[in-house]
């Protein structure tokens, strides 16, 4: 009897190990639109993803920092994506959201076109940013590659640094 309970705790054991090991293959993403392209961050980097509300302009930032909001106390600036990424501002429509992120202590909200969806993907299927893009300064931390899309994934940290 003691025997039976050894090997059924083992091959417990082998399969927990299996489906951890598993995981560690595996990243996990949120994807959204900007324009016509996707986009994705890492889903730990996210603290909270809100529909738009009213914000407050803030004088002599660059052009894609719309201004602060207040999110239950704490004033965080507000950065629209499209501008950053050299694409005509819109005006924001049913699918605009504002992904607030954190990394460390810098956090920022950001606006998107849409949210897509929480995306799974395996390791093995994340190539290195192009060769064309300086790898020190990018924002692009790789490429995600998906049966029928592309996936560019962001570098969280990148996105909050302060140029302004």
């Known amino acids: 009897m003691a025997d039976k309970l050894k090997d059924i705790l083992n091959k ?32 730990l980097s996210i603290q909270e993803i809100i529909k738009p509300f009213t914000w407050t302009r803030v004088p002599q930032v660059p052009k894609y920092v719309l201004g602060v909001f207040n999110l239950r106390g704490a004033v965080i600036p507000l950065i629209d994506l499209r501008t950053k990424f050299g694409l005509p501002s819109k005006k924001h429509g049913e699918d605009t959201r504002f ?28 190539g290195p940013a192009p060769d064309t893009i300086n790898d020190e300064e990018t924002i692009i931390d790789g490429v995600g590659k998906q049966e029928d899309k ?15």
């Open 12 to 43: 417990q054991s082998q399969q927990q190990d299996n489906v951890v090991g598993q995981l560690d293959d595996v990243v996990q993403l949120v994807g959204f639109m900007i324009g016509d392209e996707e986009y994705a961050v890492p889903i």
């Open 99 to 126: 992904i607030v992120m954190r990394y460390g202590d810098d956090v920022a909200g950001f606006v998107i076109d849409r949210l897509t969806m929480a995306i799974r993907i395996k390791k093995e299927n994340i």
């Open 150 to 164: 592309i996936i560019t994934l962001l570098k969280v940290n990148k996105l909050l640094e302060r140029d302004f």
